[in-house]
């Protein structure tokens, strides 16, 4: 069964550092998405991407973060200068389509750790 | 805006007992979907189900079942004849469609630790 895929499966990093974080979606999927979880907390959604452009984007979602397809396959999560409450598990997810019937399936996370 | 509410925080339970999740949620949206999924300590989130908001049935896969109650804005998740394996944390998840793509609404989880 295909897989989505992430990494590193963690990370960690200097504060003000950039840090990239790496996801390889099921081959077919169109529509991606980056979900953050702090620790102990709920997971909340930061953009999600369809077409090579940003379709929604939370409040979190700020200038340090970015998002990109640089070849087609890897979708990218890029924070270009981390901050200690960037620490969190980061959860890649992608699906079909983007009707809401088909479900996100999620990679495994990568774990950011900001020191 | 969507909300969703999972007001068990930690539920622990004898193994073989059965147990209950709840889950509420807000949404000004007819249309809309719903899902549940699973988070066992090693982190990954695991697909378990999907619901729409036009298809009230119940379901039940095995030893879990689901209930979904639109008049009460309801969409609870049990687990018959509890296992160990069945500890982790669990999600309930609101999902609006926004064009064409969906934006999905996390609850703030349930943690069930079923003991021996």
């Known amino acids: 069964e295909p897989e989505v895929t992430q990494t590193p499966s963690h990370q960690v990093t200097q504060m003000g550092q950039e840090v990239i974080l790496r996801c390889v979606p099921i081959?077919?999927?169109?529509?991606f998405y980056w979900y953050r979880q702090i620790l102990g907390q709920k997971v909340e959604f930061l953009v999600s991407f369809y077409n090579n452009e940003i379709s929604e984007k939370s409040e979190i979602f700020d200038d340090q973060f970015s998002v990109e397809r640089p070849d087609g396959s890897n979708f990218t999560l890029k924070i270009r200068s981390t901050k200690l409450e960037d620490s969190a598990m980061y959860f890649c997810?992608?699906?079909?389509?983007?009707?809401?019937?088909?479900?996100?399936?999620f990679g495994p996370g990568t774990r950011l750790t900001v020191l | 805006a969507q909300k969703v509410t999972q007001a068990q925080t930690e539920i622990s339970v004898v193994e073989k007992e059965d147990v209950t999740l709840d889950c509420v949620y807000e949404t000004r949206d007819t249309t809309y979907y719903l899902f549940w999924y699973k988070q066992p300590p090693s982190g990954e989130l695991v697909f378990l189900i999907r619901?729409?908001?036009?298809?009230?049935q119940n379901e039940i896969s095995g030893r879990y079942s689901w209930n979904f109650q639109k008049s009460t804005s309801s969409f609870n998740f049990t687990i018959t004849a509890s296992q160990v394996v069945d500890s982790a944390v669990y999600f309930c998840?609101?999902?609006?469609?926004?064009?064409?793509?969906?934006?999905?609404?996390f609850g703030t989880g349930t943690k069930l630790q079923v003991i021996p």
């Open positions: 997810a992608n699906s079909i389509q983007g009707g809401g019937y088909n479900e996100q399936f």
């Open positions: 998840a609101l999902s609006e469609p926004r064009g064409g793509y969906q934006k999905v609404t």
């Open positions: 619901r729409n908001s036009f298809d009230e």
């Open positions: 081959s077919n999927h169109l529509y």
